[in-house]
């Protein structure tokens, strides 16, 4: 059962492009949550899907930022106009089913870099 | 804020010492996970305690939760250079709700 799958691994972008961050959860896996970790900082929560709905995103800036989890094919982060303050890591997490627990299982991230 | 703060921030010690990391919450939770990230690296989880549970063990690991204090404690026992790494604590409020993480203890176990 593959882990979390997360591509590219290393992105670079220069100021104005668009950057797309692709998320495969684990198998059976329904729930996929994305988080942004800055330098010597935890990881902050952006937002949170299902399948082809998003259910929170609270933590996602309301301007060029977009998610998505179609029903077929990987979660995507999309930042439109990057700036240099997006250069981070971008975690995503994936979890089964609904239960108490919530424990999630994390991909490897993706390192923005914009120039 | 429900974010967690861990503390200390760095904690250096001899390899075969133990290391014993805290964390502080603001709310209610249904449970408390402790991860830990190598350099560069993505989140690995290490243990889960639940609000109902007080003591938890993991190999070397031990966590403890303290409700009506709203804290934890993750403890190394004999610690190896292996063990060089962030360890963040991140609580659950209900179901499948967002992970909320604290900025994480910098741990370097030195041969």
């Known amino acids: 059962n593959a882990g979390v799958m997360q591509n590219p691994r290393h992105l670079v972008r220069r100021r104005g492009q668009e950057a797309r961050l692709r998320c495969s959860p684990m198998k059976g896996h329904s729930h996929v949550y994305w988080y942004r970790q800055l330098p010597e900082e935890g990881l902050k929560f952006m937002v949170y899907?299902?399948?082809?709905?998003?259910?929170?995103e609270s933590g996602m800036p309301k301007e060029r930022f977009s998610a998505e989890f179609p029903k077929e094919g990987p979660s995507i982060l999309r930042i439109q106009q990057v700036v240099r303050g997006d250069s981070a890591a971008y975690f995503c997490?994936?979890?089964?089913?609904?239960?108490?627990?919530?424990?999630?299982?994390f991909g490897p991230g993706t390192r923005l870099t914009v120039l | 804020s429900q974010q967690g703060e861990e503390d200390p921030q760095a904690l250096s010690i001899q390899e075969g010492e133990n290391a014993t990391m805290n964390c502080s919450y603001k709310t209610s939770i249904n449970n408390l996970q402790w991860y830990r990230q190598n350099s560069g690296r993505g989140l690995v989880h290490l243990i889960l305690i639940r609000s109902n549970e007080r003591e938890k063990h993991s190999g070397r690991l031990r966590v403890t939760l303290d409700t009506s204090k709203k804290s934890s404690s993750l403890l190394i026992t004999a610690s190896r250079a292996a063990d060089t790494a962030s360890y963040f604590c991140a609580t659950v409020f209900s179901g499948n709700t967002p992970l909320v993480f604290g900025k994480g203890t910098r741990l370097s176990v030195i041969a």
């Open positions: 899907l299902q399948k082809e709905n998003i259910i929170d």
């Open positions: 997490a994936s979890s089964p089913r609904r239960g108490d627990d919530n424990e999630q299982f």
